[in-house]
Antibody
């Protein structure tokens, strides 16, 4: 079955950088668009961005444009989220999700990012 | 800026029926937005219940159903159970993979 496993979270100071990874298995990774979604502590879910199956198109929520970059390595079945100039308000759990058939979704378990001085 | 609206909270009695809704700040929700519903309990990852308005994800009981009611998407839970007590998020697909999440509804079963 579809599995998505995120990693790379941790504690970082404001202004620093961090890279998250998401490894997909149980499906043909290169055929699917992939999302990043985040959740601040005690808050709702927020779409962060999308990368198309071949990496040709990427879209981001306004609050991360110019600071976050989504990329993928289809040879490694891996999705990335490169985060720079991190802010306290970027703190939260980051989930990767698959854009499945028929506009379905599959979710990873998430990785926690804490931005604090 | 597109805002997706949901009831902040709702309560239902065990065995009862509840309908949660999802609207747009301007305009109507239609099947063209492929509305989906996601359940999340504290400390857990989201779980997709319904996608493309009415399609249940694999393993989701048929007491969960999705629809369009008037100008809003709707999630109906029939025969609510104690473990349905969760947060429920509506998501609308705005094209090109751009998603907008509603603020979520906290459902209490009591």
């Amino acid at each position: 079955q579809v599995q998505l496993v995120e990693s790379g979270g941790g504690a970082v100071q404001p202004g620093k950088s961090l890279r998250l990874s998401c490894v997909g298995s149980g499906f043909t990774f290169r055929n699917y668009g992939m999302y990043w979604v985040r959740q601040a502590p005690g808050k709702g879910l927020e779409w962060v961005g999308i990368i198309w199956h071949d990496g040709s198109k990427k879209y981001y929520v306004d609050s991360v444009k110019g600071r976050f970059t989504i990329s993928r390595d289809n040879s490694k079945n891996t999705l990335y989220l490169e985060m720079s100039s991190l802010r306290v308000e970027d703190t939260g759990v980051y989930y990767c999700a698959r854009w499945g058939e028929g506009y379905s979704y599959d979710w990873g378990h998430g990785t926690l990012v804490t931005v604090s001085s | 800026q597109t805002v997706v609206t949901q009831e902040p909270s709702f309560s239902v009695s065990p065995g009862g029926t509840v309908t949660l809704t999802c609207g747009l700040s301007s305009g109507s929700v239609s099947t063209s937005y492929y509305p989906s519903w996601h359940q999340q309990t504290p400390g857990q990852a989201p779980r997709t219940l319904i996608y493309s308005t009415t399609t249940r994800s694999s393993g989701v009981p048929d007491r969960f159903s999705g629809s369009i009611l008037g100008n809003r998407a709707a999630l109906t839970i029939t025969g609510a159970q104690a473990d349905d007590e969760s947060h429920y998020y509506c998501v609308l697909f705005m094209g090109s993979g751009i998603l907008v999440f509603g603020g979520g509804t906290k459902l209490t079963v009591l």
